[in-house]
């Protein structure tokens, strides 16, 4: 089982995001939420925009936060985030300089091989998949045709029609990506970040996703022209198990204590 995090937007101890959100608040909930989980997860990957402006301060925040996750926990920049920052921060993952110039990695985890993409473009907040992503991507796919595939990346590769944050997505190498991912049936899904909202489309042959933020969520309102707007709307995460002939099963689960269960 893989649980997704995703825009977690951590400050510096005593800062707010967009001066109101307690986002350490939020992760501190979150992981109480990943933990009681019934079946322990094999581990966790968190889908960019870590911390709110890439300073060491915020990174050493979010590492405390994620202490009490006792299991692997795998990192991707989003663009909230800066590269350099966040591997000099986890200096125990090695996996985060895979990738050369970008944080791109495989792992397995349990029956399930994970392809973590990095969508990031420094000093921007849109994303972009270019020539070397995509032929390291297809790289990896060849290596494992015959294994369950999930594609992790922050920015999706489809549009949303929230039109604020499309105009920030994957402005770049959305169509080649798709193209990729239908020569290779094995890929179960493929998840992303930035939108703070679960939204699921057909894609490539399979299905792309994105999952709620453990704290504020983008709201939603689909005029072209909506403002930017976030609301408190329930944060949430993504647990993607798989059935017995090896298929992702994926579960958009609520972040926090809730009354119950109760029997029938």
């Given at each position: ?36 989980l019934r079946q ?18 915020e990174y050493a ?204």
């Amino acid at each position: 089982m893989l649980v997704q995090l995703t825009d977690l937007h951590i400050c510096e101890p005593g800062q707010l995001a967009c001066g109101r959100i307690d986002t350490a608040a939020f992760l501190r909930t979150a992981v109480a939420s990943v933990l009681r989980l019934r079946q322990r997860p094999r581990a966790v990957v968190i889908t960019g925009d870590l911390v709110e402006s890439g300073r060491a301060a915020e990174y050493a925040h979010l590492a405390e936060l994620l202490a009490p996750l006792d299991l692997p926990l795998y990192l991707l920049p989003g663009n909230h985030d800066e590269r350099g920052q966040l591997r000099r921060s986890f200096p125990g993952h090695a996996w985060l300089h895979e990738g050369g110039e970008f944080i791109q990695y495989a792992v397995d985890v349990g029956g399930l091989r994970l392809i973590a993409l990095d969508t990031s473009e420094p000093g921007a907040s849109h994303g972009r998949l270019d020539a070397p992503r995509l032929t390291w991507l297809e790289r990896q796919l060849q290596a494992c045709r015959d294994r369950p595939v999930v594609i992790a990346m922050h920015h999706p590769p489809f549009t949303t029609l929230i039109g604020h944050m499309d105009d920030i997505g994957l402005l770049q190498g959305a169509g080649e990506l798709e193209a990729l991912v239908a020569r290779h049936a094995n890929v179960e899904r493929v998840i992303c970040g930035h939108l703070h909202r679960a939204i699921d489309v057909r894609f490539g042959g399979t299905i792309a996703c994105t999952t709620p933020s453990p704290a504020h969520q983008i709201t939603l309102d689909l005029d072209p022209r909506a403002p930017a707007q976030w609301m408190f709307e329930p944060p949430g995460l993504r647990v993607l198990a798989q059935d017995g002939r090896g298929r992702v099963v994926s579960h958009v689960a609520a972040s926090g204590e809730f009354e119950g269960p109760y029997p029938f």
